[in-house]
């Protein structure tokens, strides 16, 4: 089955987890494909001076994959620079946060796996 | 924990499934990480001209996001033409191929669920 790329498709979230901006989240697949094993599978995009604020998974883990741009997260706790094709992985139990620090959107592939 | 961009993620296919060329895959996650219901999360990066044969999936489903270029697609015996923002979902049992008929590299990522 081919989806056509669609507004439908597209999430807008103010101030995702406490941070700044609007964030645009395309879900790839809605979760009655998903299963019950995979809870997300978008593109997430942050514009420039945007984030999302840290917080803690319970009962999964996500997996992000930079595609476009660079930032700086805090991985459970610890700052670190990343850019195109940097995965950060994120435990059950443990935190994240991510913040466009660059001057073009910062574009990442989001999975949450339970 | 944060994967800065390594050549280890890289694996080339030559003529993968039976198509044309040496089709790159980029691994995001390995198989420990991803755990037992999500067998493959990787970027596919097929270059002008190229393919990957048309193959079944059994006992997995498999989604496509198409992040850059454009091409064409045996979705389940039916073709069809995709470009970027677009998804394909093959189900269990279903089939696919993909051409990469642009002038650009085709790159989409390949997300295989149990």
Not at 73 to 91: F, L, Q, S, Y
């Amino acid at each position: 089955m081919i989806i056509k790329k669609n507004p439908e498709q597209l999430e807008i979230k103010h101030n995702m987890r406490g941070g700044a901006g609007d964030i645009e989240l395309t879900h790839i697949a809605e979760s009655g494909v998903l299963g019950e094993h995979c809870r997300l599978f978008s593109q997430i995009r942050v514009k420039p001076g945007d984030s999302i604020g840290e917080h803690q998974h319970l009962g999964e883990q996500e997996i992000f994959y930079f595609i476009q741009g660079n930032g700086i997260v805090i991985d459970n706790g610890k700052k670190a620079e990343i850019r195109t094709g940097d995965v950060m992985i994120t435990p059950d139990n443990a935190s994240h946060s991510v913040i466009n620090t660059g001057d073009e959107d910062l574009v990442f592939i989001a999975l949450i796996l339970k």
